[in-house]
């Protein structure tokens, strides 16, 4: 098992910044990657970013240039810089850890981003 505590979201201006953290405890040995999801309202999930256990990082294109998803292995955790914040930014983000194909994810409870205009 591996849970995930997920800390960082809140309410900012357009063109402001928040940082995501992502604290990964139990079985953290087997993770292959670790990265963000995030549901706005009426729409599916989509993935956002990802990090592979050698920092290789991922993007969906529309977040290119303005986050970085970043881990610290010592303290087990993932952060999600983001900078330049759209309204269209605005979901609830969820943290995720890929254990692979026979223990699959893990999801953190999920933190609201609200980005104002």
């Known amino acids: 098992q591996v849970q995930l505590v997920e800390s960082g979201g809140g309410l900012v201006q357009a063109g402001g910044s928040l940082r995501l953290s992502c604290a990964a405890s139990?079985?953290?040995?087997?993770?292959?990657?670790m990265g963000w999801y995030r549901q706005a309202p009426g729409k599916q999930r989509e993935l956002v970013a990802s990090?592979?256990?050698?920092?290789?990082?991922n993007y969906v294109d529309s977040v290119k240039g303005r986050f970085t998803i970043s881990r610290d292995n010592a303290k087990n955790t993932v952060y999600l810089q983001m900078n330049s914040l759209k309204p269209t930014d605005t979901a609830v983000y969820y943290c995720y850890a890929d254990r692979g194909t026979f223990y699959g994810y893990y999801w953190g409870q999920g933190t609201q981003v609200t980005v104002s205009s």
């Open positions: 990090i592979t256990s050698n920092g290789s990082p």
């Open positions: 139990g079985s953290i040995f087997s993770i292959r990657a």
